[in-house]
């Protein structure tokens, strides 16, 4: 394994998507566990249910894999894994958000009524999170349940950064609004 | 938490503060196994008479098996031919078990996954799978067995690269003429493995074939029949033809080939 320089570095080189073309066979779990909490956060967020953000994630690993497993080594070894597993984990919730809202289920934010003040207060803030307009809501979850600085959002998304601005700026005026409007905010 | 966001500074605190309250439920080493489970095939070592080997699983079973010189090429050989990651995984113990029993020559059911062979493929390794040890079997019979007569060449071509050696026995797959012939390993180790299972392949080679008139049976030279004949009624041959001119019938045990 040679070693990088700090311009391979800075253009986001992932030492881990070394590991993977290398054959190391401790690179696929090392992949799962630096991104599952964060991606299952990201998940949690959209669909507002556990069980429902575990397919999603495990759903967007097993694609990714199914993806890696095809590249070339080459390919392989050049990858940004964090940003492209964000979005595939994207597509997947959105998909997921969709199809839940085609085939009518029970309303999901009722799940907040086992008492539980915290868990109110985060499914309250997630409901008017699920209000934004699609790509608001996107934006502001990446930047803010995410922690995602722009350069990073605008590689999940393909945005240029001013737009992720623009949009995180647009949601966050807007959910400010409806929280002064609604402060209980979940039931629509 | 729940009080109104009254500025741009309390909703993203607000937003952050809901962030870190977001965790799985469930255990995370949990959650990576399942994972893990479902998006990559296992993969262990076991000792084989070809030494130490690497074997592949997926969840229906055995997929891939091969000597390699480390466990990264292992990986990588297996990324490049079945487009998947390995990754060491528990609850394979009891597959492993049953791997390493089967290559030390138990009679072991091994659940083999042969999804990414073609139908011709498959059919050709079902019937190399039951060709017990201690016998042989020429290609031109496992054409036949395999339902495509005359396809000799193509039974090699499948036995070359045979995904699952050993477990698949190709080693047992012999040329028409009784000579052991090639081996993905190299033909020395597929007459050393030959011997080890108690064939002498000097015996087989020129003389596939043995007869005798007590039954006026013709059979593969290491069939289970052809091992019961007193060594006076030995009549080996070189091939069908010749046996079935000189007035015997094919064994209905081993099934040799009468040439068409």
Redesign the interface.
């Known amino acids: 394994m040679r070693t990088r320089t700090r311009q391979e570095w800075a253009a986001g080189f992932d030492p881990l998507a070394e590991r993977?073309a290398?054959?190391?066979?401790?690179?696929?779990?090392v992949l799962?566990?630096r991104h599952?909490?964060e991606l299952?956060?990201y998940a949690?967020?959209v669909l507002r249910e556990?069980r429902a953000?575990?397919d999603a994630?495990?759903d967007a690993?097993?694609r990714?894999?199914?993806a890696?497993?095809?590249y070339s080594?080459k390919r392989l070894r050049a990858m940004r894994l964090r940003p492209w597993m964000y979005r595939i984990t994207l597509n997947v919730a959105r998909n997921l958000l969709r199809r839940r809202r085609e085939v009518p289920v029970e309303e999901v934010l009722v799940a907040g009524d086992v008492g539980d003040e915290?868990?109110?207060?985060?499914m309250?803030?997630?409901g008017a999170?699920g209000r934004l307009p699609e790509r608001q809501k996107v934006a502001?979850t990446l930047?803010?349940?995410?922690?995602l600085p722009y350069a990073e959002i605008s590689r999940v998304t393909g945005w240029p950064e001013g737009t992720a601005k623009t949009l995180v700026?647009r949601g966050?005026?807007r959910?400010?609004k409806?929280?002064?409007e609604d402060?209980?905010?979940s039931q629509r | 938490m729940n009080e109104p966001f009254s500025n741009r500074e309390t909703v993203s605190a607000s937003l952050r503060e809901t962030a870190a309250c977001i965790a799985a439920a469930r255990e995370p080493s949990v959650l990576v196994d399942e994972v893990l489970a479902a998006a990559t095939d296992s993969f262990f070592e076991v000792e084989s008479p070809l030494g130490t080997v690497y074997v592949a699983a997926g969840l229906e079973g055995v997929r891939y098996l091969a000597p390699a010189a480390s466990e990264q090429e292992f990986a990588r050989r297996y990324r490049e031919r079945f487009g998947r990651f390995v990754s060491s995984a528990d609850g394979v113990a009891d597959l492993a078990e049953r791997v390493s029993a089967a290559l030390a020559g138990e009679q072991v059911e091994v659940p083999l996954d042969l999804s990414r062979t073609t139908p011709f493929q498959r059919r050709v390794l079902e019937v190399v799978k039951v060709i017990a040890r201690g016998e042989v079997r020429p290609y031109v019979w496992v054409a036949g067995e395999a339902g495509s007569p005359g396809a000799s060449r193509a039974v090699g071509n499948v036995m070359a690269n045979n995904p699952v050696p050993l477990l698949v026995p190709c080693h047992r797959v012999v040329r028409n003429d009784g000579r052991t012939g090639s081996y993905a390993f190299g033909a020395g180790e597929k007459i050393r493995l030959l011997r080890l299972e108690g064939i002498a392949p000097e015996e087989i080679s020129g003389c596939p074939y043995v007869a005798t008139p007590m039954t006026g049976v013709v059979c593969h030279a290491t069939c289970r029949n052809a091992k019961r004949i007193q060594p006076e009624n030995r009549r080996p041959f070189r091939n069908i033809k010749e046996a079935t001119e000189a007035g015997y019938r094919p064994c209905k045990v081993c099934r040799p080939v009468v040439a068409a």
Do not use: T
Not at chain 1, 22 to 29: I, V
Not at chain 1, 118 to 122: C, I, L
Not at chain 1, 143 to 147: L, S, T
């Open positions: 993977l290398d054959g190391d066979p401790l690179a696929p779990r799962v566990e599952y909490s299952y956060r949690f967020s556990e953000a575990e994630v495990q690993f097993e990714a894999f199914s890696l497993g095809r080594e915290d868990r109110e207060g985060v309250d803030v997630l999170l502001v930047r803010y349940m995410q922690d700026r966050v005026m959910l400010r409806m929280m002064v402060p209980g905010g």
